[in-house]
């Protein structure tokens, strides 16, 4: 037996009670108060059946839910609005309460609702700046600990999608220790891939078990704690419109390597880790006369073009490397480019060079 369950009981019984009651005062003829009564207390105990969850248990729920995802330094902060909130209250209670009669009994409590309301809000939306400033007042100066100021690494999370975690490269860059904070799958992204999974396309089906594999071993090997959440957001449907909206309301950084969902998080102001991003920043960079070893395997959109990739995967175009094809040649690098897909080399085998 659940609690809500229980208080739905409890609510149709008091409702119930509290329905005959007033039934039996405001009966009036024909109605006898024994029908008014029984009439009242059924409309009471189904009205008390009905929506006593949604004062009760349904509010406490949503409570804990946002105090359980607001970062630890607005919670306190909060709390501490609270109460200079209160304190204002009260200073300014007892001249209020001098008003006629009733708004000396109103007035108060609505302006101390108010002061409450006002103050959390303010404490909340300059969390970083009263621990700064609070900071300098303890400590005689300025200095402020960074891990105190924005949050903590643990208290960092990072909201995982499906395609990063069936690319896989996230598991290698979180074995480094280069991830901060935690690593966070919401439950719709997990069923998602099971989804997948379970598809009965054989390439689908591949990519969800190599994903599910992939999570097995971001949680026994990443050196960032990971973790499954039951998050939701009422009203979206998609799981990527899910996820912008969650990394919206916890204010996540979300990491994925879908063009689309990145574009659409982007104008949705949520910040986007994106690890092709990150794959093209950290790839080397030659300049141009320098010296690399390529082995030629395709042949370029010119004529006598030869094309040959580096280690990480960036494109050289050798000119005249056609008939290098299928053998390693040194080159020297003419220029590089930038295109979207990354950068780009031009070469010249070293041959050519010393003619």
Do not use: C
């Not at 919401?186 to 089906?205: K, T």
């Not at 591949?206 to 998050?231: H, Y």
């Not at 008939?323 to 070293?350: H, L, N, S």
Request: proline share 5%.
């Amino acid at each position: 037996m659940t609690s809500e369950f229980i208080l739905r009981l409890i609510g149709m019984v008091v409702l119930a009670l509290a329905g005959g009651r007033l039934g039996l005062e405001i009966a009036v003829p024909p109605m006898t108060p024994e029908i008014s009564a029984l009439t009242l207390g059924l409309v009471g105990a189904l009205t008390g059946l009905i929506l006593t969850p949604y004062f009760t248990t349904r509010p406490a729920r949503r409570i804990r839910d946002t105090i359980r995802q607001m970062p630890a330094e607005v919670l306190l902060t909060s709390i501490v609005g609270l109460i200079f909130g209160l304190i204002i209250a009260a200073l300014v209670a007892v001249p209020f309460g001098y008003l006629p009669s009733p708004l000396g009994q109103w007035v108060p409590s609505i302006v101390a609702l108010i002061a409450a309301y006002v103050s959390i809000t303010i404490f909340a939306y300059r969390a970083p700046d009263v621990f700064r400033v609070g900071n300098e007042l303890f400590r005689g100066g300025p200095r402020v600990l960074p891990a105190v100021v924005t949050s903590s690494a643990t208290d960092i999370e990072v909201l995982l999608d499906t395609s990063v975690i069936i690319d896989g490269r996230v598991l290698d860059i979180s074995r480094t220790g280069f991830l901060f904070g935690r690593l966070v799958i919401p439950r719709f992204v997990l069923a998602e891939l099971q989804h997948i999974a379970d598809s009965g396309d054989a390439i689908r089906r591949n990519r969800g078990r190599r994903g599910l594999e992939i999570l097995e071993e971001l949680q026994r090997d990443s050196k960032a704690p990971v973790a499954i959440v039951e998050m939701d957001v009422e009203g979206a449907r998609g799981v990527d419109d899910k996820l912008v909206a969650l990394a919206k309301k916890t204010g996540s950084p979300l990491m994925t390597n879908d063009y689309n969902l990145n574009r659409v998080a982007e104008l949705q102001g949520v910040r986007v880790l994106n690890i092709n991003e990150l794959a093209n920043a950290v790839k080397a960079l030659y300049l141009p006369n320098e010296k690399i070893a390529i082995r030629v395997i395709a042949e370029g959109r010119e004529p006598n073009q030869g094309v040959g990739y580096l280690e990480d995967g960036t494109m050289v175009v050798v000119e005249d490397g056609k008939r290098y094809m299928d053998r390693t040649v040194e080159v020297t690098v003419t220029r590089m480019i930038q295109t979207a897909a990354g950068k780009m080399y031009f070469a010249r085998p070293e041959d050519d060079q010393r003619k």
